[in-house]
Every structure is written in C-alpha cells, then in structure tokens.
C-alpha cells in the first residue's frame, strides 16, 4: 500500500507556514507499515489541486489530501476532488445541521459561508468532525481512494488517527499487504558523509542485491523483500551524521530483530564514531560515561563562550557529575584565573593549561580546555576556524594532558557549535578509551 500526500495552500509556497502536517502524516504512516513516496505541495487553485490529485492516484494506490476543506473562497479541496471523481458537489443537510450547532454552542451565528464545508462529492463517505467545522472525506476514485481531511494541525491529527489510519490498514489487510516500518538512526561524530559512503559501500551494494533478489519472494512468505533493512544518511550539521536503519516486515518483532542485528554489524564497522542512536545526545553520552566511571568533570572555555557547559547541564542529574565551568574569554582571565603560562594563548599548550588549571579549580576529576578564534579576525596570527582543545584527566599518559588541533569551517556562530560537539565528542573517545574500570 503506497499513500501519498497533497498538501493544500499558497501559504505553504510562500513559506508563510511550514508544512509540518505532511512530515507528521509520514511518520503515521510509517509507523502503522504504509509506504509513502511521494508528498506535494500545491496553491489554492482547482485546476492545479486536481492536477496533483491525478498525479497521486497514478502512481500511489491512495491520497491523503491536507487543508482547503475551509469555508472561504480559497478553499478549493472539494471542488478538486469532485473534479477528478467527475461528479458533483450535494450539500449534504445532516452535516449543515451539525456546524449550525457548533456555531450555537460557542454563541454565534454561522455565517453563510460555512454552509460550503457541507458540501460532499456525490458517492463519498464523510469523516465527521469532532473538534472544528469542516468534516473530512473519504473519496473513492475507481480502486483508489482519496481522503481529504482539515489543514488545522490538531484537527488533522485527531481525524487521521481516528479514521484515515484504521481505513488505511483494512484496505491493505484486505490487499494482503499489512506490514510494519520500523526505523533506528544511529548517530556518528568525525566522519565525513562521504566517508561514511565509501566505509559502507559494500554493505549497501549487498542489501540492493539482497533486496533485489527477494523481490520474487511471495507476499508473506519467508523473510521476503519487506525484511531487508535500508540504510539513509542524514545530514544533521553541528549534530553530526545520521544513518538511519529502516525495515518493513510482516510483524514488530521480525522488524525489531531485523534492525537489532543490523545495528549490530554497524556498530561493528563503524566502530566508536557512533556516539548514539535515536534522539540520544553526544553530552548525554557523555554524561553517562562519567558517571559510570564516577567521574567529575569541569569546563574552561574561551571561543565557544559557555556553550558546552550549557549543553552539559541540559542533561537531567548534571549536578553529580558537573562541577561547574569558567567562560576565560579574556587572556587575562586565562593567565590569572586559570594559571595559563604567560605568552599566546590560542596553542594546544594553553588549551591543555587550561584544561589543567579549571580541573584543579573546581575539584574536578577531569577537565576540558577550549580555545580558539571565531573570527571574522585573525588572532595570534592564526585564521578564523583554528580550534586547539585541551583535556586533563587521571587516566591519560604523563602528566594527565593531551591536546587536539584542528580547523573547522562555517563562520562564527556555526564553528562555535562545531567546536562544542567535537570537544564533547573528545572527552567521550577517551573515555571509551580508558575503560570502564577508570579511575
């Protein structure tokens, strides 16, 4: 069963309203096992509606048609949809009955407009409406079907659960085609998306072939096409890249199994550049790691300006294992705050010092330093971009401080963001590093 989605009205093409009803309806979708390719976006024009409509149906065994259902002129969906059904609009009187009604119980009168949200395509089935006017529709176009329901968010939701969803899943169980779509996303830090590519490149060829010689497999039998996972990078900017694991199988649990074993051979390639999965965070990831070690950690930053202590304390329960940090912007801050040697302080030395000086500070078992230039100026004779993050801790070799140097892109706001999540991600890999048994 392959539904599409025809989002209704100028608004949306203007940009004036994010079109957040078609990614919910998608996510519905997947989660009840129905396969959406395709979601248009289309103004408030009958002509132009039913051409989109058309297109839907012919490549899509259903359409669910989002907003125009309105009492204003602009509020073509009917029209459209009669339209391509080629039959005309009855007012239906049971249905002008019940918005008169809701009109009286909120003491006011129905304007003569709204009588037009009565209007139903002759051979349709009406959705009633349970919270606004406009009652949704359930259309038939020869073996397919289109469902027109409000653009009002809440009244969406309320009436795709209760009656598109349900309707969805009997015609596709009649069809012999009930399934379920499950997903995970695993999410990686340090590698490039084209990396990522070249790393899984054989694997991804392997389950096209996989998927390709499954497509024989009867509907139903065995683990067949459907039980195949799917693999999608997702680029998530100072986030990182996603790589989302998709399934469509017969049941939850062969789903469930399928993503738990695939996620197990990613882990497995892709090694400790995975920090998380799902809407797992890197300072959650963090966060748990120090307190399975039952470790303390204290932040000294200078270019990210608060940033990675504001992250870290987002986490529920940071008061057990932050300490707290100093935001050393100043050189003087650094040299007198922090004890950072006298001299330039946009180094890896100065970094480490200042990992080293706000450990010893505020008590900490480990320390992150952070220093760097945003721009737009050079400092210290160095380019916008330069980032130098220092970390001390009770587990590293010598005298507990390392260093890390590199030049990150974008301009001053977004490499301060890539900063915060890679100085994260450094305390993490050390301390997958060092073990679970760290002092």
């Known amino acids: 069963m392959i539904v599409e989605v025809v989002a209704v009205g100028t608004e949306l093409l203007l940009g004036q309203i994010v079109n957040t009803n078609a990614a919910w309806i998608g996510d519905r979708l997947a989660a009840s096992g129905i396969d959406t390719h395709y979601q248009t976006v289309v103004g408030d024009n009958t002509g132009r509606i039913s051409l989109a409509l058309r297109s839907a149906l012919a490549r899509s065994d259903a359409v669910i048609a989002c907003g125009g259902l309105g009492p204003t002129h602009d509020d073509l969906t009917r029209d459209a949809i009669a339209a391509v059904m080629n039959v005309p609009l009855d007012r239906d009187e049971e249905i002008l009955a019940d918005i008169a009604r809701r009109f009286a119980a909120m003491g006011r009168r129905m304007a003569p407009s709204n009588a037009r949200q009565a209007d139903v395509p002759r051979g349709a089935a009406v959705i009633p409406q349970k919270a606004g006017t406009a009652p949704g529709l359930i259309c038939p176009v020869g073996n397919r079907v289109v469902y027109a329901v409000p653009g009002v968010p809440s009244e969406m939701r309320e009436m795709v659960e209760r009656a598109v969803v349900p309707d969805l899943a009997t015609r596709a169980s009649e069809r012999g085609?009930?399934?379920?779509?499950?997903?995970?996303?695993?999410?990686?830090?340090?590698?490039?998306?084209?990396?990522?590519?070249?790393?899984?490149?054989?694997?991804?060829?392997?389950?096209?072939?996989?998927?390709?010689?499954?497509?024989?497999?009867?509907?139903?039998?065995?683990?067949?096409?459907?039980?195949?996972?799917?693999?999608?990078?997702?680029?998530?900017?100072?986030?990182?890249?996603?790589?989302?694991?998709?399934?469509?199988?017969?049941?939850?649990?062969?789903?469930?199994?399928?993503?738990?074993?695939?996620?197990?051979?990613?882990?497995?390639?892709?090694?400790?550049?995975?920090?998380?999965?799902?809407?797992?965070?890197?300072?959650?990831?963090?966060?748990?790691?120090?307190?399975?070690?039952?470790?303390?950690?204290?932040?000294?930053?200078?270019?990210?300006?608060?940033?990675?202590?504001?992250?870290?304390?987002?986490?529920?329960?940071?008061?057990?294992?932050?300490?707290?940090?100093?935001?050393?912007?100043?050189?003087?801050?650094?040299?007198?705050?922090?004890?950072?040697?006298?001299?330039?302080?946009?180094?890896?030395?100065?970094?480490?010092?200042?990992?080293?000086?706000?450990?010893?500070?505020?008590?900490?078992?480990?320390?992150?330093?952070?220093?760097?230039?945003?721009?737009?100026?050079?400092?210290?004779?160095?380019?916008?971009?330069?980032?130098?993050?220092?970390?001390?801790?009770?587990?590293?070799?010598?005298?507990?401080?390392?260093?890390?140097?590199?030049?990150?892109?974008?301009?001053?706001?977004?490499?301060?963001?890539?900063?915060?999540?890679?100085?994260?991600?450094?305390?993490?890999?050390k301390l997958l590093r060092a073990g679970p048994d760290t002092p």
Request: hydrophobic content about 45%; overall charge negative.
């Open 177 to 429: 085609e009930a399934a379920v779509i499950a997903s995970r996303t695993l999410r990686t830090w340090g590698m490039s998306e084209s990396g990522l590519a070249d790393t899984l490149g054989e694997h991804i060829a392997a389950l096209d072939t996989a998927r390709a010689a499954a497509t024989g497999v009867a509907r139903g039998e065995g683990r067949g096409a459907a039980a195949v996972p799917t693999l999608a990078f997702l680029a998530s900017g100072a986030e990182g890249l996603k790589v989302r694991i998709t399934v469509k199988a017969r049941d939850a649990a062969t789903a469930q199994s399928v993503i738990a074993e695939e996620e197990a051979l990613l882990r497995e390639m892709l090694g400790e550049s995975i920090f998380g999965a799902d809407g797992e965070t890197m300072e959650q990831v963090v966060a748990s790691l120090l307190v399975s070690r039952a470790l303390t950690l204290a932040v000294a930053e200078s270019v990210t300006g608060g940033l990675v202590a504001a992250r870290l304390v987002d986490v529920p329960g940071a008061s057990s294992w932050f300490r707290g940090g100093v935001v050393s912007y100043a050189s003087a801050v650094k040299h007198g705050i922090l004890a950072v040697p006298d001299g330039p302080v946009v180094t890896p030395a100065a970094a480490v010092a200042m990992a080293q000086g706000v450990r010893r500070l505020l008590g900490a078992d480990c320390g992150l330093g952070i220093t760097g230039v945003a721009g737009p100026d050079r400092q210290e004779g160095q380019p916008p971009g330069t980032v130098h993050l220092g970390i001390a801790a009770p587990f590293l070799p010598g005298d507990g401080g390392e260093a890390l140097s590199l030049r990150l892109p974008g301009d001053r706001a977004g490499m301060r963001q890539l900063t915060t999540i890679t100085a994260l991600d450094l305390l993490r890999r």
